[in-house]
């Protein structure tokens, strides 16, 4: 989405929806026609701005002003009203209309009207037909029938002669075929030798959500979103972005989301029932089990594509040229027409290549971090990824990348936008159990009852464990979880590792077991015994050879992603090998693995791979745990982490099966000298930083030897070493902070309700006097007219938290207060991450606690006691005044930090992190007083109420901006940007307002001591 989308959106998108609103009233009876209404206006305000292409900041204002001129005009509300009876909009009159509020195309080239006209007006009619309060209200049938006119001529039009007809459907055919079927074993092993026994993607799949900005499009500038649009649809962002990359880590469902969008779009071409438009758009899973609203479809404004699906890997293998050469449009374009030849589809090419340059496509690009020789690559592929969009501009792309691949600066697409898969909610969890067991019955002819019972049992057995959901929360494991609960009849591992062991014993046994057939009496015939018994040799030692061979595969592998290459003279050779039997002939072994499937995969000619890099990286653990562990395995850990350390933490895990003693020797030897007495280097703060992984993974922590407590207190001063270390990545530092949450942070007194272990218990002084206040446009070009204009300000002394509020510190005041949280997932983070979901009137209500708490403890440190007892301050939030000072200093600066963004100082969008960090993570990012996470991590309320600029300086007036009995629809100042949030927000200026009563999941607080209601306060 473009600047001018990200800025203007929320703000013009509810201003003008409300215009509108106020004119179509008179034709609108009920509260909930009128709520519809404002919802399909809302829908389609977003789709007309996101068409608006300007960048520069003068045209972005003029667009503004012209934007309120024209949805201002009683004519434009006449027009909209039209499609309340069933009529299409006048876009000649609405262009001139346009054009009286100001418009120029000269002025403003990136301005299509007609294009945003039309899409409001498509956005519109979509959203009206799926409000059942608008049926009979608006003429919708009238409109599906224009609507499915217009589609039925588009399509005629796409094939201009039979012959062309007979290809598209042939090529569509074949993609939704190939598509359909799920690469991934999800059979147990009773039916994995039966061919027709397969799963169907469209059977068992389940949305999938972003952990992408979203709060950055969605923000109002005077209201939120409600809160079940905190994360868009992969769906919708795809909608959104003409151009995206989709991230995510192995198994978070990239692959899949890729292979379900073409079948959905080939099925609508094709008319197919099984998949097509509709079920791609279905709604979104619930987030609660007993939610029986109507809920909404996922939103898609352009028509079925036609969709062409690439797998980079093979691009990169087949369709480049040599390693430095210049890689255009042409190689790719090459690469998709000799994939057209084996399903005789070659005669097609023109006719495609005449659709998407004239029409357009969904061009669907998968695997951009699994590219062999990717230092020697990655340009090539971006070269041709970057000219191909050029050339085909109608063509809308898709990219998937593994998140941390795709970071490295070097592999970025710059007209690209991106989202983060977001991990399974609780609500897609539970789909995707339900869709599973429906889709398992149909196939082997259970009753409906008893597929339900299995899927409700499945629910339970996730749900009732910590760990097993924490797992579910992996589309992948997911997967292998329910076809392990079919396999077992109920029962399933908590533990990662025991999952994969179940897992890889699973895939092996498929792989391994003797081919049968049934002749035709019925009776079963063996017609091609197991590996084993071929080979005449144990099982096991086949399990140790494909141990052994990942273990190399691993080690040789040139690049970090995807899994590595298995040369299939090399796996023979091994094999055979192992054979007794000096007949074995190689072409009958070869013959005996390509029509295999399991644990290792045929993947062109010569070649074999896992059938994911996890089951690569469990089987080298296997190995390493049998050859010199642990020493081998922490060594390979602290100097190559990047390849060896989901190695070493599986390894970890499965050695403690055996014994608790195989986990503390590995952090013996992954940690074993204080931070002040090793060296410091980055080998040694990855061995500190894994020991601290592997304890929280793998360690017993609820039975702790004495001689282990020491290594536990070891492993806590190393992480909280790296928390400070700004050369690690923020990343890394996040997941340390993590870490320390499970084994207990020292950083916090648990006597002292888990404030920090500091002088002053984490609060800073600020002292009196000037500073600015405020943005100024010539300083800071994101500056938002709400933030001017700069102007100085003089506080008196105050003292502010260093940190936001911790989930420890807001259960210490719910359990002492018995207070019930509006939202009880408030209290559902790591201890030592901000809280989260709170409204203003809770961060108050605890504000209060903590005065009476350090107005009445024995122990509360100078000046604060003084202060709150004799001198009536009191602990409550920061105004918004106070919160910019200790965010500023005196200086106007625009970050805490300085002037230039950086997000190795801050937990936000391009941070990469996602979600809440541990407090202290970025010590970098340190206001000029010592406060820190003032920007990122999480949104702060103040006491604040959301007024212009400037600042009070009279006391009367700044009584009224900061009173805290205003009512509930008075809105507050929310202060800070968050982990979703950009760069715009974290900016010491940026201002948002939320009403109190609002909570969300980036939303928190901190506490400051002040003289709230004191003569020398109020008296400025």
Known sequence: MDEFTIGYLAELTASLTEKLLGKLRDSIVGPEKEQAIRRCLHTAMEALMATAKTKS???QNLLETIFRKFFAKAAVGKEVGALLNGHSLNRKKLLELFKQAGFNARKLPGVDFKEA???FEQAFLSAATEEPALQGTIQTNQLLAQTKLLGEIRDSTRAKTPAAKALRESYLNHLFESSRQLSLSGIDPNVASKAETRLQLDGIYTALLTLAPEMLERLERSAMPEKETRRLSALEQLNRQNRLVLLGDPGSGKSTFVNFVALCFAGEMLRRQEANLRLLTAPLPSQKEDDEKQKRRQPWQHGALLPVRIILRDFAARGLPEAGKKVSAEHLWNFIVAELEPATLGDFAP?????????????????????????QRRMQIKQAVEDFAACFPHCRMLVTSRTYAYQKQDWRLPSFAEAVLAPFSAGQIRSFVEHWYSHIAASRGWHRDDAQGRAELLKRAIFGSKNLQALAERPLLLTLMASLHAWRGGSLPEKREQLYADTVDLLLDWW?????????????????????????VDKQKVRELLNESAYFAHSAQPDLQGTADIAESELVQKLIRLSPDPDMKPARLVEFLSQRAGLLLPRGEGVYTFPHRTFQEYLAACYLTDHDYPDKLAELAKTDPNRWREV????????????????????????????????TNLTEIWGGHLAGQTLVESANLSRVSARNKARVELVQKWLTHILRREDFPATERALAGNSLAYLGDPRFRADAWFLPDEPLLGFVEIPAGEFLMGSDKEKDSQAWDNELKQHKLTLPRYYIARYPVTVAQFQSFVNESNYKPEDPESLNGLPNHPVVNVTWHEALAYCEWLTERLRNWKETPEPLASLLKKQDWRITLPSEAEWEKAARGADGRIYPWGNEADANRANYSDTGIGATSAVGCFPGGASPYGCEEMSGNVLEWTRSLWEDYPYPTDAKERAKRENLEAPRDKGRVVRGGAFSGSVWHVRCACRVRFYPYYWFINLGFRVAATPVGCSHYSDL
Do not use: M
């Not at 495609?352 to 230092?375: H, I, S």
């Not at 002749?519 to 084993?532: F, H, Y």
């Not at 986990?663 to 931070?675: F, I, N, T």
């Open 57 to 59: 900041r003068d045209k």
């Open 117 to 119: 006209i039309s899409a």
């Open 351 to 375: 006719h495609l290549k005449n659709e998407l340059r004239e029409k357009g496509g969904l061009l669907l690009l998968d695997g951009l971090d699994e590219v062999p020789e990717a230092q």
């Open 512 to 536: 391994e077991s003797p081919k049968t057939v049934r002749d035709a009496k019925g009776e079963i015939k063996v017609l091609q015994p197991s590996l084993a018994e071929w080979l005449k």
């Open 648 to 679: 070493a933490l599986l390894a970890a895990a499965k050695a403690s099966r055996g014994s608790d003693f195989a986990v503390w020797a590995l952090v013996d030897s992954l940690c074993y000298d204080a931070p002040e007495k090793a060296q």
